[in-house]
């Protein structure tokens, strides 16, 4: 009996979920390195509330930002190096939907995780609790069209023996609307005004992602197959 | 068991890898029941030509049909209808020889883990289906790779040097399953150095440098 896309997607999502929690080392590392780096800042900076209150939306989009990248280049990575990408690639089920199920797994575990433990950061920043919603809501869209972003790049650049720094190069500068609306919103909410231009804005770059972010990173992959 | 077969043609296949030339113009016909023997010289494109085959590779000229129909024609339906097992077993370390097939064959068709199991017992690594398949050795992972081939119940299996690693019993148990494979109807390309010793008739299709 043939097995139907959606039951392909679950078990793709499935087998990447098992995958993920077998290596806790690698789900951990971009949480550690999310929470360090933003308590780096207030020890080199200065340690005052309205200071860290001012600078909170910056550090905390930046350094999303850049543990989402550390975790990036291992999505299509490891299948390539074992010789399972191409299984997944010949199992009769569309590319599109296996990079579908991969990016979404891949965000559970990076994207979401960092989401979830964001409240506990930007306590450490006194960010008011008013402005948590906004800056969840924000950091929930933001990762979702980065992990969109990262599968594209990570489909171009997983021949490459050192594809992650290509890989920072080509998806950093498509992440800069990211960085300035998602810091824009949270840095609205602090300030008590209204965040809905800028939340409004990610939500369209993340359907926009979503929608083509498939089509593009199995293009991509099919080259990289070859 | 096997879907229908339909026959594997190639039509003067030719590949370029930057400047070389390494296929030049293969051609061959399997049909049902047909075992056909790939050998030649270290880098004469025997991998090459299997991944042209499976559809990874596209051809610069030339098409494969399965049946009457070019294989990007029919893309879903071919993979259904074909193994690929490259020369890598293509296991995650971090999963068990059970979870890895239940995740190979379960894209392909629905299958039960009694069934996987009874095909790992079968390959005789029926009582590695539990361990992760990292602590396997090389051999053994062979050996539940060629339980995924089995279990996809494919007509046309594409086997990229499978006797690698086995020993004695183990390429017995694989020559058995090829003859049985080609009994019941089925196409198999095996890429391998050495004569096989196949009780039925073997095509040989040599590569030359």
């Known amino acids: 009996m043939n097995v139907g896309v959606a039951r392909g997607i679950w078990l793709v999502l499935t087998r990447e979920l098992r995958l993920g ?66 299984q997944l690639a010949l199992s009769a089920q569309p590319l599109g939907a296996i990079v579908v199920a991969k990016t979404i797994a891949h965000w559970l575990v990076s994207g979401a995780a960092l989401v979830a433990m964001s409240p506990l950061v930007a306590t450490a920043l006194s960010v008011p609790e008013r402005a948590l919603p906004t800056m969840l809501a924000s950091l929930a869209l933001g990762t979702l069209t980065l992990s969109w972003l990262g599968a594209i790049g990570a489909g171009l650049t997983v021949g490459l023996r050192r594809g992650g720094v290509l890989l920072s190069l080509i998806v950093l500068p498509l992440a800069m609307p990211l960085l300035i609306f998602g810091a824009s919103a949270t840095d609205r909410a602090i300030g008590g005004e209204d965040p809905a231009g800028a939340l409004y804005f990610l939500g369209a770059l993340c359907v926009f992602t979503t929608s083509l972010g498939p089509l593009a990173a199995s293009a991509a992959l099919r080259i990289t197959l070859e | 068991m096997h879907e229908p077969a339909a026959g594997l043609t190639a039509e003067k296949i030719h590949v370029w890898r930057g400047d070389r030339h390494v296929l030049r113009g293969v051609s061959f016909a399997a049909e049902p029941g047909r075992l056909l023997h790939v050998y030649g010289p270290n880098g004469t494109g025997k991998t090459t030509l299997l991944r042209v085959l499976c559809g990874l590779l596209r051809p610069e000229s030339g098409v494969v049909r399965w049946g009457t129909e070019a294989i990007e024609t029919i893309r879903s339906d071919y993979q259904r209808a074909m193994t690929y097992a490259s020369h890598e077993a293509a296991l995650k370390g971090d999963l068990t020889a059970l979870e890895n097939l239940r995740y190979a064959v379960g894209l392909k068709r629905r299958v039960a883990d009694e069934e996987l199991r009874a095909t790992l017992e079968r390959t005789g690594v029926g009582p590695c289906a539990d361990l992760p398949a990292r602590v396997l050795s090389a ?17 046309l299996w594409l086997l990229d040097e499978p006797y690698t690693n086995l020993d004695a019993k183990g390429g017995e148990l694989l020559t058995a399953l090829l003859d049985e494979h080609a009994g019941a109807g089925g196409i198999a390309l095996v890429v391998a150095h050495h004569a096989l010793p196949l009780a039925g008739a073997v095509a040989r299709l040599e590569l030359a440098a």
Do not use: H
């Open chain 1, 21 to 86: 929690f077998r290596r806790p080392d690698q789900l951990l590392q971009p949480l550690v390195f999310f929470l360090i780096v933003t308590t780096l800042f207030p020890l080199a900076l200065s340690p005052l509330s309205s200071m860290l209150r001012a600078m909170a939306p910056g550090v905390l989009w930046v350094a999303a930002l850049l543990a989402s990248l550390l975790s990036m280049e291992t999505l299509f990575k490891a299948d390539a190096d074992d010789g399972t990408l191409e």
């Open chain 2, 139 to 155: 051999g053994q992972r062979r050996r539940v790779a060629m339980a995924r081939v089995l279990a996809m119940r494919s007509a």
